[in-house]
């Protein structure tokens, strides 16, 4: 815990720092409100509901126009560390938009959209895309709850045998330019050649997944 306190104070100490330097150069370039970027602090605290509250608090005394969840999101098994996650958002007021620092895998994005956060940035889609590994929904928009109910996630390895001749999209359902105009199969020969081109479509896809993500993700809760 030492530690983690210690972490605590250097991120306060760097947010008056910052935010100070913020201020200044907005000053400097005679910039309005309406058209300054917008700054965020980190809440940190590891997995103690005391040094987050300490650090959130110190933070909103500062004042910034949104927070985000700092420290590592996962335990020991990858499971999401949800609770402390769901209380690091329920410290900060619900008026300031919250980031979840390194939360990309689709089922998490969602997890914690549904705990109250509302950005999000991972290298996951384009490192998975990378190694052949490609997003798919189980289920179609059409369904209950835009498809996000069950097991609605899903990936498809571009490397398995089954898609060596496979003439049909990675999904039916999506509208990427990879899945309009290129077959499974196609992509599979790509990767076992070590093409960059598999790499550019592979990637176009699995961020193009994650749009679709959001959009069904707002449509549910609108």
């Not at 987050?52 to 560390?81: M, Q, S, T, V």
């Not at 939360?103 to 997890?111: R, S, T």
């Not at 609605?152 to 990427?176: L, M, Q, T």
């Not at 077959?183 to 081109?197: A, P, Q, R």
Request: charged fraction near 25%; proline fraction near 5%.
């Amino acid at each position: 815990m030492a530690a983690q306190k210690e972490s605590v104070e250097r991120t306060i100490a760097w947010a008056k720092k910052s935010k100070k330097e913020f201020n200044r150069i907005i000053e400097q370039k005679k910039l309005s409100e309406e058209t300054r970027p917008r700054l965020f602090a980190v809440v940190q605290g590891g997995g103690y509901p005391e040094l987050r509250l300490r650090c959130a608090e110190a933070l909103l005394e500062i004042g910034f126009d949104g927070y985000g969840f700092g420290g590592w999101p996962l335990d020991k098994n990858n499971h999401l560390l949800a609770e402390i996650i769901g209380y690091t958002r329920s410290i900060i007021p619900a008026e300031y938009p919250m980031h979840a620092l390194g939360i990309g895998h689709p089922q998490n994005v969602l997890a914690c959209f549904e705990l109250g956060y509302d950005i999000f940035d991972c290298a996951m889609p384009t490192r998975d895309a990378r190694h052949g590994r490609l997003f798919t929904f189980r289920q179609p928009a059409n369904e209950p709850d835009f498809g996000l109910t069950g097991d609605w996630f899903g990936f498809k390895y571009v490397n398995d045998e089954e898609h060596i001749k496979a003439d049909r999209p990675i999904s039916e359902d999506c509208d990427c330019p990879c899945c309009k105009h290129y077959s499974i199969g196609y992509l599979h020969h790509l990767f076992k050649m070590g093409d960059t081109l598999f790499f550019r479509l592979a990637t176009l896809h699995n961020l193009r997944f994650m749009v679709q993500l959001c959009d069904r993700i707002q449509r549910k809760y609108a």
